[in-house]
């Protein structure tokens, strides 16, 4: 029963933290310290295609669209957008993954939290995607590779200091993080696979159902909060988050 229970919390961390901008990376790694599971990085594979298929879920209509219609302004942006992310997270992540340590979430967690009350500050023109527009939010998403650094943060960021209109700067994030997700997962799936481990089905199943869940329910959280300014509640549980991590 507490095996179960452990399975839930990872869905669940997972699936509230990945489109909150609060960075899902460092809470799987900061709450999956404590609770001695094997095989955590497969867990956290499968926890990010159940937030996957939460996207998809919430922008099935939007995705329908652009895949009858694949030649379009938002999937030549995607494409934009998803090159400098790659490119940056081939050059750093060995890097990256070597340096994970509470040290380097709390920066990572006070980065977030302040660049969220700057976003919460700025006045948004309304305006629309755009080619450059595209490419800034792919750098930004590049940058969430380091710990703690939100991606749906950093990218929600971007788009608002850029000027965008909110809502429109919000579905292109959560659209964003579309095929990087699928990539991450094919690319730690390769990973695992030559390593022959055993797997717990029970949990893998568990663990995929409840980031499913979280990830929808944290996707529209996160289309009430921007609609309403309220970032700086974010950035006040990071700032508290990271004071908690200084001091234990």
Known sequence: ????????????????????????????????????????????????????????????????????????????????ATIPTVIIVLLFNKYIEDSFSINTLVWGFLISAIALVIADLVKTKNKYIKKSSALYMGLAQGLAIFPGISRSGSTLVCGLLLGLDKQEALDFSFLMSIPIIIASAVYEGIKLFTLNLSVDYLGIFIVMIFSFIFGILSINIMLKVVKKNNLYYFSIYLIILSLILLFI
């Open 1 to 80: 029963m507490i095996e179960i229970l452990k399975y839930v919390f990872i869905g669940f961390i997972q699936g509230i933290t990945e489109f909150l901008p609060i960075s899902s990376s460092g809470h799987i790694v900061l709450f999956g310290s404590f609770f001695e599971l094997d095989n955590l990085v497969l867990l956290s594979v499968v926890a990010h295609i159940g937030t996957l298929f939460a996207v998809l879920f919430c922008y099935r209509k939007k995705l329908f669209s652009l895949i009858r219609h694949p030649i379009n302004k938002t999937n030549l942006n995607l494409i934009i």
